[in-house]
């Protein structure tokens, strides 16, 4: 989607709290860089890096949410979320609690609509 509508759509990826933190509740078991909860905000910023280029999406811009995860609080995106705001400023496509309601297919839709693009490719 940053490919596709990244000339007309900003994109950022919002990183919050560290989902599989070795020290956490959930520990990662396999993949992704291998971290420890934060205690400052130049800790989170050091990990949002590192997990941005692991994953290799370090060209879309990253945001960091603060120790106190207000971000992640207020849009209840733990673990993952997508968002979509409109030319209005206001939300228009929250989508599900991530990874099992996380649905590329409908952002990529609303972004679609947002553009006045045809609902498909296909159409």
Request: glycine residues 10%.
């Amino acid at each position: 989607m940053y490919e596709a509508y990244g000339k007309d759509v900003q994109f950022f990826i919002v990183y919050i709290a560290e989902a599989h933190a070795l020290d956490s509740a959930w520990p990662i078991l396999r993949g992704g860089p291998l971290l420890e909860e934060p205690a400052t905000l130049e800790e989170r910023i050091s990990h949002a890096g590192k997990c941005v280029e692991g994953l290799g999406i370090a060209r879309i811009p990253a945001l960091v949410d603060g120790i106190d995860d207000k971000v992640m609080k207020t849009y209840e995106a733990w673990p993952d979320r997508l968002y979509l705001v409109g030319k209005d400023g206001k939300i228009s496509y929250k989508g599900g609690k991530g990874p099992f309601n996380f649905s590329p297919d409908e952002l990529d839709a609303e972004i679609r609509k947002e553009l006045g693009l045809p609902a498909s490719i296909d159409t």
